[in-house]
């Protein structure tokens, strides 16, 4: 399999003058942009840099973010990106555990590199900002054509989970497995040449990574948006004609709810595509209203293996997140199971497992042996996620081992109860959670953001006349101003079940 830098500069020699990256007022075709990362590639040469380094980046999405990550596929440097947000501690841990040679960093992080004492012990570059070397002058010199010093077998990336129970896991991954996880990204989103996407999911992110390396493979633009904001967003959909978007389902959320999308000229995206959370019937609907779109993907994966499933016309089966992709095999295996042999029949929740040997795989955490213990069994990931295959064969995601609520001692999947309260008319958002009960171990309890005036017994009916079994119904019902979420739209739980939430503080009115 070719390496990352000898395929960009394949996408340089088959479209030399497509457009390759936007961000504001820089716009640069693939030519322009082989320029620019060839000059950083000769800059990381004059720092010393040498394969196998780690280069640790707190960045939002723009062009130098794109630039670097490239730079490095040619270098064999491990580009190691971190949340722009991160504090002192988290960059701290992160630059000793991955052994940093340098930090790029921006404004947005510079007060967190300040007060970081790992930060002090690698080289700095900084983007926009006085003081320490700045990337500018890296890019702005001249410099030879650059040659990829790295094969397809050299690490491309490492990317940190989210850590939201432990210390982050670092996940690297070699140039091939994110090559193939880039072509079966083009293949099931059914992308061609000429395709334009908005760069918002973060860079720190599998789904991020995947937008940007995928748009390289087909002569494509990826349209930058540093941060999420909605009419931002809106904006460049128009004025850059985007054609495809893969966002988690929070930011589709926002889109449609704003005031702006109606107003706003969408026609131009064919393929929506969604991952890192479960989406709701209701906004499923929704989406398919507001855009419908030629295809409507629901990607099921994560940071260590890309895909594990597909499905592309997810309206069609709400909640269904389909079947294998391409490079992969996925099992259900039973609760609690030590061996990936010991299958979960259909219809029965389990743990979903996926095949190591896949070509999107990763092999191993970063210096932690007790989560490849945990994690890494006979050749197969236990992805920590339950769901279970219904009678056709397709999959469905229930939620995380950790989330299942057991109520009086029964399995309920918080998802189910999410999904059906989502079409009542005046949820807005709702996540729901087990809470200690003295008498039921766990009450099922939802969390209502509301659009209009309703009550618990008005969802409790909603719920009854939708056919959710009766153990199922929540007990406890919590009305709130938002629904907790990470930096990348997934919803924090732990935060619900720890009070952490604001209640709501005006109840809407009834209408008329």
């Known amino acids: 399999m070719l390496d990352l830098g000898t395929s960009f500069l394949a996408s340089v020699a088959r479209d030399p003058n497509a457009l390759a990256i936007v961000d504001g007022g820089v716009r640069l075709t693939y030519v322009q942009w082989y320029r620019r990362i060839s000059a950083l590639v000769a800059g990381f040469e004059r720092l010393g840099l040498k394969p196998g380094d780690h280069l640790v980046t707190a960045l939002q999405n723009n062009w130098q973010a794109a630039t670097i990550h490239w730079a490095c596929q040619f270098t064999g440097v491990i580009i190691t990106p971190l949340n722009w947000r991160s504090t002192a501690d988290e960059l701290d841990y992160c630059l000793e555990n991955a052994e940093a040679r340098a930090l790029v960093y921006e404004g947005v992080s510079a007060e967190a590199v300040k007060a970081s004492a790992q930060a002090s012990k690698c080289q700095r570059i900084a983007v926009g900002l006085p003081g320490d070397l700045a990337f500018e002058r890296l890019v702005s010199a001249d410099a030879p054509d650059a040659l990829p010093r790295a094969n397809a077998e050299a690490w491309s ?23 193939a996880a880039a072509l079966a990204h083009v293949a099931q989103n059914l992308y061609r040449s000429g395709e334009r996407t908005l760069g918002v999911m973060p860079l720190y992110h599998t789904m991020g990574v995947r937008s940007l390396l995928a748009m390289s493979l087909i002569g494509g633009a990826f349209v930058c948006l540093p941060r999420f904001d909605v009419v931002r967003a ?36 064919r393929k929506i595509g969604f991952a890192g959370a479960s989406m709701t019937d209701g906004l499923l609907k929704e989406l398919q209203a507001a855009f419908q779109p030629e295809l409507f993907v629901n990607h099921y994966g994560s940071s260590e293996i890309y895909t594990f499933t597909i499905d592309q016309n997810a309206p069609n089966k709400p909640g269904s997140a389909g079947r294998a992709g391409i490079n992969q095999m996925v099992r259900v295996v039973r609760l609690g199971a030590a061996s990936p042999d010991d299958l979960a029949p259909p219809g029965e929740e389990g743990e979903i497992a996926a095949l190591l040997q896949g070509d999107e795989s990763f092999e191993g955490y970063w210096r932690r042996p007790d989560a490849d213990a945990k994690a890494l069994r006979q050749g197969w990931y236990f992805t920590g996620d339950t769901g279970a295959f219904d009678a056709g064969g ?6 995380r081992v950790d989330d299942m ?54 969802f409790d009916a909603h719920c009854r006349d939708s056919g959710l079994a009766n153990f199922k119904r929540p007990r406890r019902y919590v ?27 005006t109840p809407p009115r009834s209408k008329g």
């Open 234 to 269: 809106l904006d460049l959909i128009e004025a850059e004609k985007i054609t495809n978007l893969y966002l988690v389902p929070t930011l589709y959320h926002d889109l449609v709810h704003h005031a702006r999308f109606d107003k706003t000229e969408v026609r131009s995206v």
């Open 394 to 399: 397709d999959l469905f995601v229930s939620g």
């Open 479 to 505: 009305f709130v101003e938002t629904i907790p979420k990470s930096p990348v739209g997934k919803l924090l739980r732990r935060l619900l079940v720890a009070g952490e939430y604001e209640q709501e503080r």
């Open 157 to 179: 990336v490492m990317l940190y989970t989210s850590g939201t129970t432990a210390k982050p896991k670092g996940v690297p991954r070699r140039q091939r497995a994110e090559r």
């Open 405 to 458: 609520i057991i109520t009086g001692g029964e399995n309920v999947s918080p998802v189910e109860i999410e999904s059906c309260l989502s079409l009542h008319p005046a949820v807005s958002e709702v996540a729901v959670v087990g809470l200690p009960d003295e008498r039921w171990g766990k009450v099922v309890t939802a969390f209502i953001k509301r659009t209009a005036a309703a009550e618990q017994e008005h």
